[in-house]
């Protein structure tokens, strides 16, 4: 008699345990759902936020580096941003002519691609034996796979106006970003020293010597992520040379952004 309540009392528990895990799950899905959200509607600040931040971090040496040879940091600061753009410049200029070039060669053969996707797709649904006599066979030929080409292209001329108002955003997006690493790089002993004013003459010590080790160690990083994305791309465009890719560089300046 006694067995039975236990066996209930198990066969609740469990239950009891399967609902709470079953609710963890969907409150962990509805969180992430509004973070990424919220992350959604945050992008640009975020965007603005590291634009600044970085460049601000890769300007401060330089800075640093004027100030110390008696030069005004507000002058010394847009010395180095004026610096860090045209090399940033420089680099595009070198790169986007390649990019940009094989980019639009790849899409002007898009439609003859999918053309002939489409065509091998319904010589092999012709030689299914399943497949035949059916209505999926009938409706899967060459009228269907110029429909779709035709509709990608459609796409491809609706998403021209979106692709130059996302593209002025995001260049405004950087100029503010510009702006707000002037500020940080310029201000940045005086942030320190507002800091070290709030938490205390006893902790100022400790703080100034945290941020001395966050500071190498981020750099080193940064560094060290510049250097094997460069030996990465490199890497890339000779191996695609190697097997005859007529992409190669393309896919090499792919290769070297995506892993930055």
Known sequence: MSEHPQQTDRVLRDTRILTLRIWAVVGCIVIAAVIFNLMGILAPVIEFLAVGSIIAFVMSPITNWLEHHGVNRGIGSLIALI????????????????????????????????????????????????????????????????????????????????????????????????????????????????????????????????????????????????VTSICGGILAFIGFTLIGHPYAALMAIFTGIMHL
């Open 83 to 226: 610096v860090v753009v045209a090399v940033l410049v420089g680099v595009v200029c070198i790169l986007s002519p390649i990019l940009f070039g094989q980019i639009m060669e790849v899409l002007s053969r898009l439609p003859e691609q999918l053309r002939v996707a489409g065509g091998d797709l319904n010589e092999m649904i012709s030689h299914a034996k399943t497949l035949n006599n059916t209505p999926l066979k009938d409706y899967l030929d060459v009228t269907v796979a110029s429909k779709y080409v035709s509709q990608i292209a459609a796409e491809l001329g609706r998403g021209v106006f979106p692709l130059i108002t996302n593209t002025a955003s995001q260049l405004f997006v950087i100029f503010l970003g510009l702006v707000l690493a002037y500020w940080m790089a310029c201000d940045y002993p005086r942030m320190h020293h507002e800091i070290c004013t709030i938490i205390g003459q006893e902790k100022e010590t400790s703080y100034r010597f945290m941020v001395a080790i966050l500071s190498r160690s981020v750099g080193g990083y940064m560094r060290g992520m510049v």
